[in-house]
Each structure stands twice: as C-alpha cells, then as structure tokens.
C-alpha cells in the first residue's frame, strides 16, 4: 500500500477491488478547508471513468503492470492474437480489452501490450497508424489551399474526415489519440 500522493499520471491502482488508471491528478487547497487530492480514473476492464477525492493520509494500491511489445496477427470473433516479439508466444486478447484500438490495427502492426499478471489489461497504440483509404468522393485536382474536409472511409473500416485532394488507394496518417487525418503518409 502507497499513499495517495505516490500516484502518478498514468500508473494503475487497485482500488475497490478493481483495476484503474490514473488519467488526472490534482492536489487542491479550497480556502480555509483541508486538502485533499481530486484523481480521475479509467477502469482498466470496462473503460467506464470515475473520480474520487482523497485526503493525504489516504492509501491506495499501486499495482505494476507489465508493457510487452507485441505484434497483431488476427482477429477470431472476439479474441485478438498477438504475438510477443521476443519469445513468438501467441496471446489472445478479449475485444473489451482492446477497446477503441480496434479502429486502428492492423495485420502485422507492433503494438504495447500491458499485462497484470498473465491477464491482458490495455493495448497502446503507436501515436500515429498509416491506413489506406478504401472509399472516399473523388478529389478535386489543386485544391490544397482550404482545409475543407470530406469523409472517408479507411481499411479497417475508421471513417474519417481528409482533405478534398486525398482519393481512393491513398495511404493517410491518423492520429490514434483523437481519430483525426495528420497528413499524407509518405
């Protein structure tokens, strides 16, 4: 047990019998009142966030979750394989653990994987993916100079919206933290 000041942005806790990650943390001094810490959580298993407000004395379980690098291989129905770099161990992965990064993988794509124990907890996405774009209105020739958007549709199925002179067969960076066109890929 560790007390509440010890936590970090970003280390997992276990708190209430569940595992979470720490997103913001703040200290804060109201007035004439007494101090305390405001943290706000991400549950690890279901995604659903919560803040709680912590006095100083207050103690809570920091909990070491491990980071492998991992590679995608496949998906079957709602197990994903990864496949350790260094051993070639394949790992399956729950769809609810992988969450969100789902929009974003791709065969053969070396991602984080974060594990408590043997049990997978959270993917880590690289920050930016180069995706292909599948379906997209055709582009107007010379028209760079507006940041006038239209959607499109990407290879694994993300719908975003790029520029009007990214056409059909392009390969696009996304951004994996906001789900937004970067740039052309190169």
């Known amino acids: 047990m560790a007390q509440v000041n010890e ?40 995604g659903r966030l919560a803040e709680e407000r912590f006095r100083p004395s207050d103690e809570i379980e920091i909990v070491r979750v491990e980071r492998r690098e991992q590679q995608f291989l496949y998906r079957d129905g709602t197990l994903f394989y990864f496949m350790d770099i260094n051993t070639y161990e394949q790992n399956p992965v729950d769809e609810v653990v992988v969450g969100d990064a789902v929009k974003y993988l791709k065969d053969g794509m070396v991602v984080f994987v974060h594990y408590d124990g043997d049990e997978a ?39 975003v919206r790029v520029p009007l ?8 960076r996304i951004d994996t933290r906001t789900g937004e066109y970067v740039s052309r890929a190169k």
């Open 165 to 172: 002179f990214i056409n059909i067969g392009d390969v696009v």
């Open 121 to 159: 907890v959270m993917v880590e996405l690289p920050p930016n993916v180069d995706l292909e774009v599948t379906y997209t209105e055709p582009g107007i020739q010379g028209d760079t100079a507006t940041r006038t958007l239209k959607p499109a549709t990407l290879e694994t199925g993300l719908e």
């Open 7 to 46: 936590i970090t942005r970003g280390c997992f806790v276990r708190y209430k019998g569940e595992l979470l990650q720490v997103l913001e943390y703040e200290h804060r001094t109201p007035g004439n009142l007494r101090a305390f810490y405001q943290v706000k959580f991400r549950n690890v298993r279901n």
